[in-house]
């Protein structure tokens, strides 16, 4: 129960292989099922399983070359001295799959730039392409120009091809389904628990793979 907890409300194959990790015991997938079932979290899971049509992102090969950028919200806006946050910036590097999510007060192109600015370049270092939807704030001369500062290539997914994002809008998915069971009744706390609903997302399994998760991808370790 801690393992399916702490971790974000892990799945069963990933709380099954952070377990494994320490230890095992006959009858552990029973447990493990057990408890992943009798979670809040294990109904909200429906809202996730469906899929896409077909698609995926386009991959580079290095790690942070391109990322993709998306809005989630209005959300319950947060309260507190700190509060008013009514969206998420969420940006996805093709290649690791590794997702991030910033809090945002507006979704404006200046708050977006400044928030991918010191969020992301800062930390990360600079990328060289940024995809996005049409939404007006990422084809604004202010967005526009922000990316020619930094000498980022812009460039909009097609309106007829809304798959191309699959993987950040399957990300969505699971972020808003993960903050409801961890905010419970206080969804205006949202912001506390986003940490933690990312830590998920970069977490788990890539399937196809030995074990290998987003996280380790980006940065080579568990």
Not at 154 to 166: A, D, E, L, T
Request: hydrophobic share 35%; aromatic share 10%.
């Amino acid at each position: 129960t801690r393992v399916h907890t702490e971790h974000g409300h892990c799945g069963l194959k990933q709380t099954l292989s952070i377990v494994k990790e320490v230890f095992y015991v006959i009858g552990l997938s029973t447990v493990a099922a057990k408890v992943v079932s009798s979670c809040r979290c294990f109904f909200s899971r429906a809202v996730r399983s469906a899929k896409l049509n077909g698609g995926s992102l386009r991959h580079r090969r290095d790690i942070m070359e391109l990322i993709y950028v998306d809005i989630v919200g209005p959300l319950p806006s947060t309260r507190g001295a700190d509060g008013g946050f009514k969206f998420i910036l969420t940006w996805l590097d093709s290649t690791s799959g590794f997702v991030g999510g910033i809090p945002l007060r507006r979704a404006t192109s200046y708050e977006i730039c400044n928030a991918l600015e010191q969020n992301v370049l800062d930390i990360y270092g600079r990328v060289k392409e940024i995809a996005s939807d049409n939404g007006s704030s990422f084809g604004s001369s202010i967005f526009l120009s922000w990316c020619s500062s930094y000498s980022i290539r812009p460039w909009k997914i097609p309106v007829y091809c809304p798959w191309r994002n699959g993987q950040l809008e399957r990300c969505h998915r699971s972020l808003k389904a993960t903050l409801r069971c961890l905010c419970d009744s206080v969804q205006h706390k949202w912001d506390r628990y986003l940490s933690k609903a990312l830590f998920r997302c970069n977490s788990r399994i890539i399937p196809g793979t030995d074990n290998i998760s987003p996280f380790m991808l980006m940065f080579g370790e568990s």
